[in-house]
């Protein structure tokens, strides 16, 4: 396997052999300044040139497919994203097949992909691959989400404020009861409680994430559930959920916010932290859907709002998404420091569809389309002025 600070491409000797590509596909790319099979870091260089049709035919899915695939390589992903992202080429790409972009919206539309009978199906594809890969990529937190860099050294120190903002921002107190909705590996449950002293309810949808974050979590008042959040039944002091909502799903908005208005008490606060949309979309990338996080959806600020709205007040909006960037880059290079261990497991081809999530997401938050909010919400009982956290 060659390896990304090794990578010196070259147009391939072959080049000339190769069928030229249709106009459409070099002008696309072209708009981004990016060329195929040029000299800068950020240029495809086709190795197949059945990639053509498989962009042509299948948009975004088939360009992440070829990827794997082996069709064509790029010596910095990451730029090749940023570009392309900025440019907004992709959304060009994905008009050129309208009848399959028309079956995804009216999929999303249509039928609710994040119903009680799906809930677990990310949990099994995705979280569930195996612990080892987390646990190479995370930082020793178990954080599988946006860190908080801002006078971080290094990412362990930015997750741990992260970690740390998210509790001052709760305003936790000893002895209080915490709920986790979507609490993975165990890092915050077990953060809150070490450092103030509450008890903690996590719930989870992969066994996987169960089985680890009990162990991190033993000897404290930590209890960790396999659990569909619609299941709840408790009054807890306050509610947090790091990095699930992308999960609920539209169709599920209402049904998530008065789950959490039933077990939040009257004068607790919740504390939700998800990445968001900068505009509001029919419809979510079909690679992304297929190979990493099956049935999500990426919230917009005016879905969050119009399901907030005469459930919660909003006492803070935060947004830190150009933090989730290098926090990306950072996994990427622990995951690829810890390749040679995983490779006999996982093979080649995991390789490039996991180097190809994290390069794509980070070219989508280095252009700003993604977004990374953290909003504090009360219920209007709470009488108390709240003090924004930063």
Same mark, same amino acid.
């Given at each position: 396997? @060659? ?6 491409? =070259?147009?391939?000797?072959n080049? /000339? ?9 070099? $002008? #696309?790319?072209?708009q ?15 190795? &197949?040139?059945? #990639? ?5 035919? !299948?948009? *975004?899915?088939?360009?992440? =497919?070829?990827? +794997? ?5 790029? @010596?910095?992903?990451? @730029? ?10 992709? =959304?060009?790409?994905?008009?050129? /097949?309208r ?14 992909l994040? /119903?009680?009978?799906? %809930?677990? @199906? ?15 990529m ?9 860190a908080?860099?801002?006078? %971080? ?8 404020? !992260? ?6 921002? #709760? ?38 994430q ?11 008042p930590?209890?960790? $559930?396999?659990?569909?959040?619609? &299941?709840?039944?408790?009054?807890f002091?306050?509610?947090? *959920?790091?990095g699930?909502? $992308? ?16 077990? #939040?008490?009257?004068d607790g ?36 709002? /119009?399901?907030?709205e ?5 006492e &803070?909006?935060?947004?830190f ?8 880059? %950072?996994?990427? =290079?622990n995951f &690829? ?15 490039? +569809? ?5 390069? *794509?997401?980070?070219?989508f938050?280095?252009?700003?389309q ?10 209007? $009982? ?9």
């Open positions: 396997m @060659q390896r990304e600070d090794a990578c010196v491409f =070259e147009p391939a000797d080049a /000339s052999a190769l069928q030229d590509p249709p106009a459409v596909i070099l $002008e #696309l790319p072209a981004a300044g990016i060329a195929i099979n040029g000299d800068a870091p950020w240029d495809i260089q086709v190795l &197949d040139e059945g #990639l053509y049709q498989r962009v042509l035919a !299948k948009g *975004s899915l088939g360009f992440g =497919e070829a990827y +794997m695939d082996g069709m064509w390589e790029c @010596q910095r992903l990451d @730029q090749l994203f940023h570009r392309l992202l900025s440019s907004k080429a992709e =959304e060009k790409i994905d008009s050129w /097949s009848l399959r972009l028309l079956g995804e919206i009216l999929r999303h539309s249509l039928f609710n994040q /119903s009680t009978q799906r %809930a677990f @199906q990310v949990g099994e594809q995705h979280y569930d691959i195996g612990n080892d890969v987390f646990e190479a995370l930082d020793p937190t178990m954080s599988y989400s946006c908080y860099w801002h006078h %971080a050294a290094g990412l362990r120190d930015a997750q741990l404020k !992260k970690l740390d903002m998210i509790c001052r921002k #709760l305003e936790l107190q000893p002895g209080e009861r915490l709920l986790e909705i979507g609490c993975g590996w165990g890092g915050l449950a077990r953060y809150a409680a070490e450092h103030y002293g509450v008890e903690v309810v996590g719930i989870t949808v992969s066994k996987e169960q089985k680890l974050a009990r162990e991190r979590c033993a000897g404290l930590v209890s960790i $559930e396999l659990l569909d959040y619609r &299941d709840l039944d408790e009054k002091d306050k509610v947090v *959920s790091v699930m909502f $992308e999960h609920v799903g539209p169709k599920n908005h209402a049904a998530y916010f008065d789950t959490v208005h039933r077990t #939040l008490k009257d606060l919740f504390l939700l932290h998800t990445i968001g949309s900068a505009v509001t979309s029919p419809k979510t990338d079909a690679w992304i859907d297929k190979y990493i996080f099956p049935n999500g959806k990426l919230p917009s600020a005016k879905e969050m709002t /119009s399901a907030i005469c459930r919660f007040l909003i &803070d909006w935060h947004n998404g150009p933090d989730y960037d290098p926090t990306l880059m %950072a996994w990427w =290079e &690829d420091t810890a390749w040679p261990f995983l490779e006999a497991r996982y093979g080649s081809r995991f390789y490039r +569809m996991w180097k190809y999530y994290l390069m *794509s997401c980070a070219g938050f280095r252009s700003r993604g977004q990374l909010w953290q909003l504090v919400l009360s219920k209007q $009982e709470r009488g108390r002025v709240y003090r924004s956290v930063r």
